[in-house]
Protein backbone atom coordinates (compact mmCIF):
# COMPACT_ATOMS: atom_id res chain seq x y z
CA UNK A 1 0.00 0.00 0.00
CA UNK A 2 1.79 3.28 -1.05
CA UNK A 3 0.25 7.03 -0.61
CA UNK A 4 -1.25 8.53 -3.47
CA UNK A 5 1.87 11.01 -3.33
CA UNK A 6 3.52 8.23 -4.36
CA UNK A 7 1.34 6.82 -7.12
CA UNK A 8 3.38 8.81 -9.73
CA UNK A 9 6.85 7.68 -9.23
CA UNK A 10 5.42 4.36 -8.80
CA UNK A 11 3.58 4.97 -12.34
CA UNK A 12 6.86 6.06 -13.52
CA UNK A 13 9.82 3.62 -12.15
CA UNK A 14 7.57 0.54 -11.04
CA UNK A 15 4.83 0.18 -14.25
CA UNK A 16 4.57 -3.35 -12.94
CA UNK A 17 3.49 -2.66 -9.21
CA UNK A 18 -0.02 -2.09 -10.94
CA UNK A 19 -0.75 -5.30 -11.91
CA UNK A 20 1.17 -6.75 -8.83
CA UNK A 21 -1.44 -5.10 -6.39
CA UNK A 22 -4.48 -6.06 -8.73
CA UNK A 23 -3.35 -9.86 -8.80
CA UNK A 24 -2.86 -9.10 -4.64
CA UNK A 25 -6.16 -7.24 -3.85
CA UNK A 26 -8.49 -9.13 -2.01
CA UNK A 27 -11.66 -9.25 -3.63
CA UNK A 28 -15.22 -9.05 -2.78
CA UNK A 29 -17.24 -11.66 -1.07
CA UNK A 30 -20.14 -13.42 -2.79
CA UNK A 31 -23.44 -11.47 -3.50
CA UNK A 32 -25.15 -13.30 -0.72
CA UNK A 33 -29.15 -14.10 -0.68
CA UNK A 34 -30.90 -11.43 -0.58
CA UNK A 35 -28.02 -8.82 -0.20
CA UNK A 36 -28.13 -5.06 -1.79
CA UNK A 37 -25.24 -3.41 -3.29
CA UNK A 38 -23.88 -0.13 -2.79
CA UNK A 39 -21.25 0.94 -5.70
CA UNK A 40 -19.26 3.65 -5.99
CA UNK A 41 -19.01 5.14 -9.56
CA UNK A 42 -16.02 7.50 -10.92
CA UNK A 43 -15.61 6.96 -14.28
CA UNK A 44 -17.03 10.24 -15.45
CA UNK A 45 -13.51 12.08 -16.05
CA UNK A 46 -12.39 9.87 -18.95
CA UNK A 47 -15.84 10.93 -20.62
CA UNK A 48 -14.74 14.57 -20.23
CA UNK A 49 -17.79 14.44 -17.70
CA UNK A 50 -15.67 16.53 -14.77
CA UNK A 51 -18.76 18.64 -13.41
CA UNK A 52 -20.35 17.56 -9.89
CA UNK A 53 -23.34 20.34 -8.87
CA UNK A 54 -22.33 23.53 -9.67
CA UNK A 55 -18.76 23.20 -10.38
CA UNK A 56 -18.06 22.65 -13.59
CA UNK A 57 -14.41 20.84 -12.92
CA UNK A 58 -14.90 19.38 -9.56
CA UNK A 59 -13.53 15.89 -10.49
CA UNK A 60 -10.72 17.74 -11.87
CA UNK A 61 -8.39 17.24 -9.02
CA UNK A 62 -7.37 13.83 -9.09
CA UNK A 63 -5.26 13.34 -4.92
CA UNK A 64 -8.79 15.16 -3.90
CA UNK A 65 -11.18 12.46 -6.44
CA UNK A 66 -9.27 9.52 -5.33
CA UNK A 67 -9.11 10.79 -1.51
CA UNK A 68 -12.76 11.20 -1.98
CA UNK A 69 -13.00 7.93 -2.95
CA UNK A 70 -11.37 5.94 -0.96
CA UNK A 71 -13.42 7.92 2.24
CA UNK A 72 -16.81 6.01 0.63
CA UNK A 73 -15.01 2.99 0.01
CA UNK A 74 -14.36 2.35 4.04
CA UNK A 75 -17.93 3.05 4.51
CA UNK A 76 -19.50 0.01 6.29
CA UNK A 77 -22.23 -1.53 3.44
CA UNK A 78 -20.07 -0.14 0.40
CA UNK A 79 -19.60 -3.17 -1.48
CA UNK A 80 -18.05 -1.90 -4.38
CA UNK A 81 -16.53 0.41 -7.08
CA UNK A 82 -17.12 1.07 -11.00
CA UNK A 83 -14.42 3.09 -12.78
CA UNK A 84 -12.08 3.31 -15.69
CA UNK A 85 -8.41 1.78 -15.75
CA UNK A 86 -6.90 4.73 -14.29
CA UNK A 87 -8.96 5.53 -11.06
CA UNK A 88 -9.02 1.85 -10.61
CA UNK A 89 -4.90 1.41 -10.89
CA UNK A 90 -4.43 4.16 -8.85
CA UNK A 91 -7.27 2.76 -5.94
CA UNK A 92 -5.63 -0.55 -5.93
CA UNK A 93 -2.24 1.04 -5.46
CA UNK A 94 -3.39 2.92 -2.16
CA UNK A 95 -5.43 -0.76 -0.77
CA UNK A 96 -8.69 1.14 -1.42
CA UNK A 97 -10.38 -1.62 -3.12
CA UNK A 98 -9.54 -4.23 -0.25
CA UNK A 99 -12.88 -6.66 -0.53
CA UNK A 100 -14.77 -5.05 -2.59
CA UNK A 101 -16.10 -5.75 -6.20
CA UNK A 102 -14.70 -3.68 -9.04
CA UNK A 103 -16.37 -3.38 -12.26
CA UNK A 104 -14.52 -2.03 -15.26
CA UNK A 105 -16.28 1.15 -17.49
CA UNK A 106 -15.62 -0.25 -21.03
CA UNK A 107 -16.99 2.64 -23.27
CA UNK A 108 -15.79 6.37 -22.57
CA UNK A 109 -15.72 7.73 -26.16
CA UNK A 110 -18.67 9.54 -26.21
CA UNK A 111 -16.82 12.09 -24.95
CA UNK A 112 -19.56 15.20 -23.11
CA UNK A 113 -20.15 17.92 -25.38
CA UNK A 114 -18.40 16.49 -28.53
CA UNK A 115 -19.89 16.23 -32.10
CA UNK A 116 -19.56 12.46 -31.98
CA UNK A 117 -21.04 11.97 -28.13
CA UNK A 118 -23.17 9.60 -29.77
CA UNK A 119 -20.33 7.58 -31.36
CA UNK A 120 -19.67 6.11 -27.68
CA UNK A 121 -17.03 3.22 -29.08
CA UNK A 122 -14.68 0.95 -26.49
CA UNK A 123 -11.87 2.51 -25.71
CA UNK A 124 -11.00 1.76 -22.39
CA UNK A 125 -11.54 -1.42 -20.82
CA UNK A 126 -12.47 -4.90 -23.10
CA UNK A 127 -13.76 -8.08 -21.50
CA UNK A 128 -9.66 -9.33 -21.38
CA UNK A 129 -8.69 -6.69 -19.71
CA UNK A 130 -11.35 -6.85 -17.32
CA UNK A 131 -10.46 -10.70 -16.43
CA UNK A 132 -6.69 -9.72 -16.89
CA UNK A 133 -7.22 -7.24 -13.84
CA UNK A 134 -9.33 -9.68 -12.14
CA UNK A 135 -12.26 -7.85 -11.89
CA UNK A 136 -15.87 -8.54 -11.32
CA UNK A 137 -17.40 -7.36 -14.03
CA UNK A 138 -17.70 -4.46 -17.12
CA UNK A 139 -19.83 -1.51 -17.61
CA UNK A 140 -21.55 -0.25 -20.65
CA UNK A 141 -23.04 2.82 -21.28
CA UNK A 142 -25.64 2.35 -24.25
CA UNK A 143 -27.30 5.49 -25.26
CA UNK A 144 -29.87 5.13 -27.97
CA UNK A 145 -30.44 7.62 -30.30
CA UNK A 146 -32.96 6.85 -33.02
CA UNK A 147 -31.35 9.26 -35.72
CA UNK A 148 -27.62 8.91 -35.28
CA UNK A 149 -26.16 6.43 -38.10
CA UNK A 150 -23.72 5.18 -35.14
CA UNK A 151 -25.52 3.55 -32.40
CA UNK A 152 -26.05 0.44 -34.67
CA UNK A 153 -22.15 0.11 -34.08
CA UNK A 154 -22.55 0.69 -30.47
CA UNK A 155 -24.93 -1.94 -30.18
CA UNK A 156 -22.97 -4.45 -31.58
CA UNK A 157 -20.24 -3.56 -29.34
CA UNK A 158 -22.23 -3.86 -26.46
CA UNK A 159 -23.52 -7.30 -27.33
CA UNK A 160 -19.99 -8.52 -27.99
CA UNK A 161 -18.93 -7.65 -24.49
CA UNK A 162 -21.90 -9.03 -23.28
CA UNK A 163 -20.72 -12.72 -24.81
CA UNK A 164 -17.75 -12.58 -24.06
CA UNK A 165 -17.89 -11.46 -20.23
CA UNK A 166 -20.66 -14.12 -20.46
CA UNK A 167 -18.05 -16.47 -21.48
CA UNK A 168 -16.16 -15.99 -18.07
CA UNK A 169 -18.93 -15.68 -15.83
CA UNK A 170 -18.33 -11.89 -15.20
CA UNK A 171 -20.99 -9.27 -14.83
CA UNK A 172 -22.17 -6.54 -17.78
CA UNK A 173 -23.53 -4.65 -16.45
CA UNK A 174 -25.81 -2.36 -19.24
CA UNK A 175 -26.35 1.43 -18.46
CA UNK A 176 -29.00 2.61 -20.94
CA UNK A 177 -30.93 5.73 -22.38
CA UNK A 178 -33.00 6.69 -24.58
CA UNK A 179 -30.94 9.96 -25.90
CA UNK A 180 -31.87 12.92 -28.13
CA UNK A 181 -29.78 16.30 -28.79
CA UNK A 182 -31.16 19.38 -27.63
CA UNK A 183 -29.64 22.04 -28.28
CA UNK A 184 -26.46 21.33 -29.62
CA UNK A 185 -26.23 18.72 -26.49
CA UNK A 186 -27.30 15.31 -25.76
CA UNK A 187 -30.55 15.09 -23.38
CA UNK A 188 -31.61 11.58 -21.85
CA UNK A 189 -34.84 11.07 -21.88
CA UNK A 190 -36.19 9.83 -18.34
CA UNK A 191 -40.03 9.56 -19.13
CA UNK A 192 -41.00 5.70 -18.01
CA UNK A 193 -41.64 4.62 -21.58
CA UNK A 194 -38.26 5.43 -22.29
CA UNK A 195 -36.38 3.91 -19.85
CA UNK A 196 -38.88 0.63 -20.27
CA UNK A 197 -37.79 0.79 -23.99
CA UNK A 198 -34.27 1.14 -23.34
CA UNK A 199 -34.40 -1.89 -21.01
CA UNK A 200 -35.92 -3.97 -23.74
CA UNK A 201 -33.45 -3.09 -26.03
CA UNK A 202 -30.30 -3.77 -23.91
CA UNK A 203 -32.15 -6.81 -22.43
CA UNK A 204 -31.84 -8.45 -25.67
CA UNK A 205 -28.62 -7.62 -26.54
CA UNK A 206 -25.86 -10.96 -26.79
CA UNK A 207 -26.11 -14.45 -27.44
CA UNK A 208 -27.25 -14.78 -23.50
CA UNK A 209 -28.37 -12.65 -20.65
CA UNK A 210 -27.24 -14.90 -18.18
CA UNK A 211 -24.27 -12.57 -16.66
CA UNK A 212 -26.57 -9.38 -17.69
CA UNK A 213 -27.51 -6.56 -15.07
CA UNK A 214 -29.39 -3.49 -15.99
CA UNK A 215 -28.22 0.18 -14.28
CA UNK A 216 -31.42 2.54 -14.63
CA UNK A 217 -32.56 5.99 -13.57
CA UNK A 218 -35.17 6.14 -11.26
CA UNK A 219 -37.62 7.53 -12.39
CA UNK A 220 -41.89 8.04 -12.48
CA UNK A 221 -43.61 4.86 -12.01
CA UNK A 222 -40.93 2.53 -11.04
CA UNK A 223 -43.13 -0.53 -10.29
CA UNK A 224 -44.47 -0.68 -14.37
CA UNK A 225 -40.53 0.29 -15.09
CA UNK A 226 -39.30 -2.66 -12.83
CA UNK A 227 -42.17 -4.88 -14.54
CA UNK A 228 -40.79 -4.79 -17.62
CA UNK A 229 -37.72 -7.22 -16.92
CA UNK A 230 -36.38 -9.78 -15.12
CA UNK A 231 -33.14 -8.71 -15.04
CA UNK A 232 -31.01 -7.74 -11.95
CA UNK A 233 -31.49 -3.82 -11.51
CA UNK A 234 -29.11 -1.67 -9.74
CA UNK A 235 -30.34 2.23 -9.32
CA UNK A 236 -28.34 4.76 -11.05
CA UNK A 237 -27.32 8.02 -8.29
CA UNK A 238 -27.06 10.73 -11.07
CA UNK A 239 -26.14 13.98 -10.55
CA UNK A 240 -25.69 15.54 -7.29
CA UNK A 241 -29.61 16.34 -5.96
CA UNK A 242 -30.96 20.00 -5.61
CA UNK A 243 -33.12 17.66 -2.90
CA UNK A 244 -30.67 15.06 -1.04
CA UNK A 245 -33.79 14.21 0.84
CA UNK A 246 -36.41 13.61 -1.34
CA UNK A 247 -33.69 11.49 -3.96
CA UNK A 248 -33.04 8.86 -1.16
CA UNK A 249 -36.63 8.95 -0.51
CA UNK A 250 -36.80 7.79 -3.90
CA UNK A 251 -34.22 5.46 -3.75
CA UNK A 252 -35.69 3.84 -0.65
CA UNK A 253 -39.15 3.15 -2.94
CA UNK A 254 -37.33 1.61 -5.58
CA UNK A 255 -35.41 -0.42 -3.39
CA UNK A 256 -38.13 -2.06 -1.85
CA UNK A 257 -39.11 -3.65 -5.73
CA UNK A 258 -38.77 -7.11 -6.62
CA UNK A 259 -35.41 -7.52 -8.60
CA UNK A 260 -33.40 -3.90 -7.35
CA UNK A 261 -30.72 -5.26 -5.82
CA UNK A 262 -28.84 -1.81 -5.02
CA UNK A 263 -27.55 1.20 -5.81
CA UNK A 264 -24.52 2.65 -8.15
CA UNK A 265 -24.09 6.31 -6.98
CA UNK A 266 -20.68 8.65 -8.09
CA UNK A 267 -21.17 12.24 -7.96
CA UNK A 268 -24.36 12.33 -5.75
CA UNK A 269 -22.24 10.44 -2.87
CA UNK A 270 -18.53 11.99 -3.76
CA UNK A 271 -19.52 15.40 -3.98
CA UNK A 272 -22.83 16.43 -1.93
CA UNK A 273 -23.63 19.47 -1.76
CA UNK A 274 -23.04 19.46 2.25
CA UNK A 275 -19.45 18.49 1.28
CA UNK A 276 -19.58 15.10 3.60
CA UNK A 277 -19.10 12.31 1.57
CA UNK A 278 -19.14 9.81 4.62
CA UNK A 279 -22.32 11.13 5.60
CA UNK A 280 -23.61 11.06 1.74
CA UNK A 281 -22.79 7.32 1.47
CA UNK A 282 -23.97 5.90 5.17
CA UNK A 283 -27.32 8.10 4.69
CA UNK A 284 -27.63 5.70 1.04
CA UNK A 285 -26.33 2.75 2.63
CA UNK A 286 -28.92 2.87 5.24
CA UNK A 287 -31.31 2.24 2.71
CA UNK A 288 -30.33 -1.10 2.08
Not at 54 to 59: I, K, V
Not at 219 to 238: F, Y
Request: proline share 6%; aromatic share 6%.
Amino acid sequence: MINISDIAQIRAYEPESIAQALRARTPGPALAAGEKMMIIAADHPARGALGAGADSFAMSNRKELLERCAEALKQPGVTGFLGTADVIEDLALIGALEGKHVYGSMNRAGVAGAAWEMDDRFNCYTPQGICEAHLDGGKSLLRINYTDPAIPSVLRNTALAVNELADHHKMMMIEPFVSNWHEGRIVNDLSTEAVIASMAIASGLGTTSAYTWLKIPCVPDMERVMSSTTLPTLILGGAVPQDPQAALSEWAKALELPGVYGIVAGRSMLFPADDDVAQAVRDAVSLL
